[in-house]
Structure formats: structure tokens, C-alpha cells
């Protein structure tokens, strides 16, 4: 059954978004509504920017006023599931979660049930009156660890701030194929694959995505890396170690073929084939709690999967250098 909720946002673009399509400027103001459906709210004259309805192409000159007023259809409600959840912390205006793997963030095509946001109005049913059940944030699929959650519309606005001002500290760890001789970044702009569109791509005219990584450890022929995200694009760690031939092991989209490492014997061939998931985890997270200013930190170690990986790779590093 489709219902229908009434949408009122009112914002400031930023002066950084200066130069910018409107249509991407908006996705990154309003990261709870997608792109596409922005556009279609701006043909309809439903977004106003300065008093006037501008084209999803026209540029913004940052410090625009923007209003919306439109009505958002949902294809039924979601249903809450008594599903078991990793609750990191927990209070009045935040949830924090530590994600496994194989565990879908938002009900969509394929995936009606058994999603995180199913198992989130289970664990707190006041999340039905918020956008996406207080997902400000997500992790794909088969990417483990922390993410946040509102409990609140006043800390939903302020982790949606928190994200656009890049204040929230995200960090990764990604094992990625190839080594390295010391850390970096990259800035390189990201938007949807020209050809397949399930898929995202570095590609003139994105938006703009920094990714800085630092190494934590080193084996044979592959590097484990500690990656900060400056921004939060779709796919963003994934899309850009491919974009600089390093990609993450075990990634079924953007992996290359897999890498053994020189002299590679059973037990670690047998462990880098038997993984067959994207090996990053998000570790750390850090943020500015809504209602009280402190800063938040929290840590979730390494599933064991991914520890075992990596404890084959030590072995076969010591077996080679005895």
C-alpha cells in the first residue's frame, strides 16, 4: 500500500558548494532524500532556492536560502523485526550500532525484511516518526562495523550538520591487494557508473570524495590500511582503492582478480579465496553528541573473519622471512 508524508525542510547551502549543479548540491544538503528524486521535486517546482525554482543544472553561488515543500510516497511501511542488533551505546538521542556482515542497511529491491531498519523499529519504535528510522549514515551490505543512529528530529538535524561540516570521524580498516611505501590520500570525484548503474566510479564532474590512508601493516602482497573518510559517498574507500589498482580484498564489485603472495601455500591461498566479502571494517567512530556538545568516541574490533584473514597473512609473512 502507498502512503504519503508531507516533507518541509528549510536550509542554507553552504559557501564550499559555490560552483556546484543545484540537483548534486541538494543531495549533499539532504543526504536522506536520493538524487533522483530531488530532481524530480525541482521539475515539479516543489524546491525553492532564493524565492525562485531553479534547473537541476544551474549552478549555486553558496549562502542560498533553500526551502522544500513536497509530499514523499512511500511504498508501504516498515515492518519491525525482532532482530538481535550489536548496540555499541545507547541514550535519549543516539543509538550506536556495530553492523556484521551480510546485513542490509534499508529495505529495497530483493531485501523487504530482514534489514537493519526493520531490526531498528523493533529495538525503538519512535524511530517510525523519523527519515529513514534515524539512519543518517550507512554501511554497504557486507562492510562490518559502527554507524550511527538518531532518536530524534533535533539529532537527526544535528548528525546530518555534523556530516555535511565533516566533523564526524570515520575510520576504516581496508586490506587492500599490493603494498605500499608509505600513506596518502586520494581526491577524486565519485558519481553513478556511466554504464551500470548499481555501480559508482570515479568520474569528471562527481562529487567531489578525499580519502586519506595511512598504513597499519604490512604483508608480502598485500597492506592493511587505516582509511579516514574527508567525505561519505557511496562506495567511497571501495571505489577509490580500485581507482589506484589497490583494491580491497574479497570486493565483488571493484576487485581485481585475486593476488596471491609469492610462495603462497595452502593455508593462505585457502584463506584469501575463502573470503568473499569486501575486507573493511568501519572501527572507529567519533562525533559531537547533540544535546550535551561532548565528543564521542567509539571502537569495534575485527570480526572474526576478517581477524582469521589476516592472522593467515601473518603466518605465511613469518614463514617467509624464517
Not at 531498528?120 to 543518517?136: D, F, M, Q
Not at 571494517?281 to 561532548?294: D, K, V
Request: charged share 25%; hydrophobic share 40%; net charge neutral.
Amino acid at each position: 500500500m502507498t502512503s504519503f508524508e508531507a516533507v518541509r525542510r528549510e536550509a542554507t547551502f553552504p559557501e564550499d558548494a559555490a560552483g556546484r549543479r543545484v540537483d548534486r548540491a541538494l543531495a549533499e544538503l539532504f543526504p536522506e532524500f536520493s538524487r533522483s528524486r530531488l530532481q524530480r521535486w525541482l521539475k515539479d517546482g516543489l524546491i525553492v532556492v532564493d524565492g525562485a525554482v531553479p534547473r537541476p543544472r544551474d549552478a549555486v553561488a553558496g549562502g542560498e536560502s533553500v526551502v522544500i515543500d513536497a509530499t514523499l510516497e512511500r511504498e508501504g511501511p516498515v515492518t519491525a523485526e525482532a532482530i538481535p542488533l550489536d548496540v555499541r551505546y545507547e541514550d535519549e538521542q543516539l543509538l550506536v550500532i556495530n553492523k556484521p556482515a551480510a546485513f542490509v542497511v534499508h529495505p529495497g529491491a530483493g531485501n523487504r525484511d530482514g534489514t537493519l531498519q526493520n531490526a531498528l523499529l523493533h529495538h525503538a519504535p519512535e524511530l517510525a516518526g523519523l527519515p529513514r528510522s534515524g539512519i543518517v549514515h550507512r554501511l554497504d551490505r557486507d562492510t562490518t562495523g559502527l554507524m550511527v543512529v538518531a532518536r530524534t528530529l533535533a539529532a537527526h538535524k544535528s548528525l546530518v550538520d555534523q556530516l555535511q561540516a565533516r566533523t564526524v570521524g570515520r575510520e576504516y580498516l581496508a586490506l587492500v591487494a599490493g603494498t605500499f611505501t608509505a600513506g596518502g590520500h586520494v581526491d577524486a570525484p565519485i558519481d553513478r557508473h556511466p554504464r551500470d548503474r548499481t555501480r559508482m566510479a570515479v568520474r569528471q564532474g562527481g562529487r567531489e570524495a578525499v580519502t586519506h590512508y595511512r598504513i597499519e601493516e604490512r604483508f608480502p602482497a598485500h597492506t592493511l590500511l587505516r582509511c579516514r573518510l574527508e567525505s561519505g559517498r557511496t562506495h567511497q574507500i571501495r571505489v577509490h582503492m580500485a581507482h589506484i589498482r589497490h583494491p580491497i580484498v574479497g570486493d565483488p564489485i571493484y576487485g581485481a582478480r585475486l593476488r596471491l603472495p609469492e610462495g603462497a601455500d595452502e593455508p593462505v591461498t585457502e584463506a584469501l579465496r575463502g573470503f568473499r566479502r569486501q575486507a573493511l571494517h568501519a572501527e572507529r567512530l567519533s562525533l559531537t553528541h547533540p544535546a550535551t556538545g561532548e565528543t564521542l568516541q567509539w571502537q569495534a574490533n575485527l570480526p572474526e573473519d576478517y581477524v582469521a584473514l589476516l592472522e593467515a597473512l601473518r603466518r605465511h609473512r613469518e614463514r617467509q622471512t624464517a
